[in-house]
């Protein structure tokens, strides 16, 4: 199994990574706060990585922060969470903030998240409300990179969003209003913001 994962930066999205190490190019689905720990293409990233085997399938993980990895594999242990909503999950909110609403048994912050049911919330409420700890997940699980440029935090927000399930004109309505609301958001800010706009 791959557990980390070493190379130069060929592409990044809100969503996923293309990392070459060795000659291989390695695509990396990413949680938002990850996107935000990165450097821009062409320089060297180290990920944590966890490795999903399906029938039909090898898909990569990818994770800033050590505390993310731990937090992502306590959320596939829940029942009816797979890997992908659980990279969702981490989008939608930060990783301190998540173990806050689970252990504060905070059921309407869960719901916000998309694909998140109050079925799902209660079993993540009810499943890990006692396994989080402070070691666990740090108040900065990964380091915040300046704010992007206007127009491109924007599209990487809608992106984010679309890729998301939201529909593309509901996404740039959201990150319009997040932008109105707060004009210096960085990308993460923005896209936080514009998560919680999309209904």
Not at 102 to 114: D, F, M, Q, W
Not at 137 to 153: F, G, I, N, T, W
Not at 177 to 188: D, Q, V
Request: charged share 25%; net charge neutral.
């Amino acid at each position: 199994m791959i557990g980390h994962l070493r190379g130069a930066l060929l592409e990044k999205h809100p969503n996923l990574v293309l990392v070459e190490a060795g000659g291989v190019g390695y695509e990396v689905s990413i949680p938002v706060s990850t996107y935000t720990a990165l450097p821009e293409p062409g320089a060297q990233v180290s990920l944590r990585i966890y490795t999903h085997v399906r029938e039909d399938a090898i898909q990569l993980y990818g994770f800033a922060a050590a505390a993310e990895k731990a937090l992502f594999e306590r959320l596939i242990s829940v029942s009816g969470i797979g890997p992908k909503l659980a990279i969702t999950i981490l989008s939608g909110l930060a990783a301190a903030e998540l173990a806050e609403a689970i252990r504060a048994g905070s059921l309407e912050r869960l719901v916000k998240i998309p694909g998140v049911g109050k079925k799902t919330a209660e079993r993540m409420v009810l499943e890990l409300r006692d396994k989080l700890d402070l070691g666990v997940v740090p108040a900065a699980a990964a380091k915040a990179v300046a704010a992007a440029p206007l127009d491109e935090a924007a599209q990487d927000a809608v992106s984010a969003l679309v890729n998301m399930g939201s529909k593309p004109a509901a996404a740039e309505e959201a990150v319009r209003k997040a932008r109105a609301a707060e004009p210096e958001a960085g990308f993460e800010a923005l896209f936080r913001k514009a998560l919680a706009l999309v209904r």
